[in-house]
């Protein structure tokens, strides 16, 4: 009887003592789970400069304000890319009328996504830049690349700021024109939200509400010990309702659901609370009325995809418009109209012009950016922004 009971101590013992250990491992290596910066093998070391492509660029070292050293790609524009002929006399400073060229051109800063490098996306800066002739920054997060440092939420919002700051201060980059824009694609509601539930229920009949029991489904039951937070769905009401926005969403991404894209979606332009509760519109006669939740002033230095005018675009409809939505003062326009949101007319708030949604009916997590008819939302939400002197 006494070695049954020693038996059975002893194993209530490991047991608590193994899930201890494991909730351990769990709150404090979830950055290895959320940012796994060495995948594919090699990415910490192994990084493509934009000169594999054919770009040219300059190596970046940016210092935040807690001490890590940033390595960063700026691919600054000039008036002849390579290739090109000049024509140029010799009477002209060359140097000079590219800096001039450079100043006056867009400068898109890329945040890359959660794994790899920003090797790996230089394809996509080389659009940007070729394509549309905007100035590129590819920043390396803390912990990724060759870049020191520990990645974490907190950490890789000073990263972004820290971009910002350069831009702000350099001779050249700080004479273009500020355009305070969001393009997200793909993205999560938040890493770990209870509140998520409701307000996915009614954008999807099967709701998968956070992001780790969709992705790592054995974390579901200790999603609650989850300190990188990552709140999206609060996050957005920050930003000013003026600010435009672009959300691209594939359809079939296998990693984050649909539903979190839309619901960002429904937030952005004012229908839903973060919660997922809906906002009631106002009536057509109180038009100085927001129908929105109330914003607040904020920096923005990231970039996000989305895409949504109340009508879903299909992937091949490029001829679908971008809706003016910069034509013109918003202060002198209505704050209400009525829209068509498929086949009901429904009242949208002002908000709706600046946000807007494409949808990738066969796109996936990673393959959405090859998906027909993505640059040319891209390309025509930039230039809604900013005339661009290129065509895709």
């Known amino acids: 009887m006494t070695t049954l009971q020693t038996f059975v101590k002893g194993t209530v013992a490991s047991a608590v003592g193994l899930s201890t250990l494991s909730l351990g491992l769990l709150y404090y290596g979830q950055n290895y789970l959320i940012y796994p910066s060495a995948f594919p093998p090699g990415s910490r070391t192994l990084v493509p400069t934009p000169a594999d492509h054919g770009l040219p660029y300059q190596d970046l070292t940016l210092d935040t304000e807690d001490g890590v050293k940033l390595k960063s ?18 009477d002209v400073d060359t140097a000079e009328e590219d800096r001039r060229f450079a100043g006056n051109r867009p400068t898109i800063i890329m945040l890359h996504g959660n794994a790899g490098n920003i090797g790996h996306r230089v394809p996509l800066a080389r659009i940007f830049f070729s394509k549309m002739r905007c100035n590129v920054i590819l920043v390396s997060y803390r912990g990724y690349g060759q870049s020191e440092g520990t990645p974490s939420e907190e950490g890789l919002k000073i990263d972004s700021q820290t971009v910002l700051d350069f831009i702000q201060a350099d001779p050249v980059l700080r004479t273009t024109k500020v355009i305070y824009a969001l393009i997200l694609e793909n993205t999560f509601l938040s890493i770990v939200r209870v509140s998520s539930d409701r307000i996915i229920d009614h954008l999807n009949p099967n709701p998968q509400p956070r992001l780790i029991p969709t992705a790592i489904p054995w974390l579901s039951p200790f999603s609650w010990l989850c300190h990188q937070k990552w709140d999206s769905a609060n996050a957005v009401l920050k930003i000013p309702k003026t600010t435009p926005m672009l959300l691209l969403s594939g359809s079939q991404d296998e990693i984050v659901p649909n539903g979190h894209m839309r619901a960002l979606w429904e937030i952005a332009i004012g229908k839903t609370n973060p919660d997922g509760t809906p906002i009631q519109p106002a009536s057509p006669s109180s038009s100085a009325t927001e129908t929105g939740p109330s914003t607040t002033r904020t920096d923005v230095a990231t970039a996000t995809q989305t895409s949504a005018d109340g009508e879903k675009a299909s992937v091949e409809d490029e001829q679908v418009p971008l809706d003016g939505h910069l034509e013109s003062n918003p202060d002198s326009r209505e704050d209400l109209e009525y829209e068509m949101e498929g086949d009901k007319q429904e009242l949208i708030g002002k908000r709706t012009r600046y946000r807007i949604w494409r949808e990738f009916s066969k796109g996936m997590h990673n393959d959405t950016c090859v998906q027909p008819g993505y640059w040319a939302a891209v390309w025509e939400f930039v230039n809604s922004l900013e005339p661009l002197p290129s065509t895709i």
């Open 73 to 90: 790609f700026l691919l600054m524009q000039r008036r002849h890319l390579p290739g090109e002929e000049s024509g140029d006399s010799e």
